[in-house]
């Protein structure tokens, strides 16, 4: 098993920054990979970004590229996701997930999941 507890997120306005974390405990293993996945309201859950294990592979949802960067602290078992000149539409839940291997743009491909904090980006 493995824990994923996410922190960081709050009311932002448009043009502003936010730094959200992710704590794994728990059987963490080496050698996986994190995502950051957000569901707005009536929407499906889509993909963000995502870091392979070394940290040497990251990838982007377009919507995102350029204003969010995906690192991770793997002595601290963190993964984060700074997020630079935030839109409305970027308001969403946000959730980490955990998978064994590299990256993936794949809800189903994610094993472990956080509970998701709540960015909300005001005009």
């Known amino acids: 098993q493995v824990q994923l507890v996410e922190s960081g997120g709050g009311l932002v306005q448009a043009g502003g920054s936010l730094r959200l974390s992710c704590a794994a405990s728990g059987r963490t293993f080496s050698r996986y990979g994190m995502g950051w996945f957000r569901q707005g309201t009536g929407k499906e859950r889509e993909f963000v970004a995502a870091i392979s294990w070394s940290g040497g592979s990251a990838d982007y949802a377009d919507s995102v590229k350029g204003r969010f960067t995906i690192y991770r602290d793997n002595a601290e078992n963190t993964v984060y996701l700074q997020m630079n000149r935030l839109k409305p539409e970027d308001t969403a839940v946000y959730y980490c997930?955990?998978?064994?291997?590299?990256?993936?743009?794949?809800?189903?491909?994610?094993?472990?999941w956080g509970q998701g904090t709540q960015v909300a980006v005001s005009s």
């Open positions: 997930a955990w998978r064994w291997g590299g990256t993936s743009r794949r809800v189903d491909e994610y094993t472990y």
